[in-house]
């Protein structure tokens, strides 16, 4: 059982699934973290991310930007940031 501390960094990995156009561009560069769906779009691999620069990166390379990043305690944007 995690604990409100163990909580506090974990990240939510969100995808807009009307925005995503199935590029595939963020499953390549984040495997670990995004998979493409049966639909053809992407979809979160897990409830919760670790901070990584792969993640990062897949939602900075989004072209639609369907896939953000946020600290799953407040849901704070923290990927794409400008
Ligand atoms: S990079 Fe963006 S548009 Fe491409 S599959 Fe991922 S979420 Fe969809």
Sequence with gaps: MSTAAGDAGALEVRVD?????????????A????LIGPDGRAVPRHARAE???????????????????????????VAPLD
Excluded at 17 to 29: E, K, S
Aim: hydrophobic share 45%.
């Design 31 to 34: 495997p670990a973290d995004v």
């Design 51 to 77: 901070a990584s620069d792969r993640l990062t990166e897949a939602a900075e390379m989004c072209p639609t930007e369907a896939l953000t990043v946020h600290l799953a305690a407040t849901g704070e944007l």
């Design 17 to 29: 699934r009307i925005r995503c156009v199935g590029t595939g561009l963020c499953a390549a560069a």
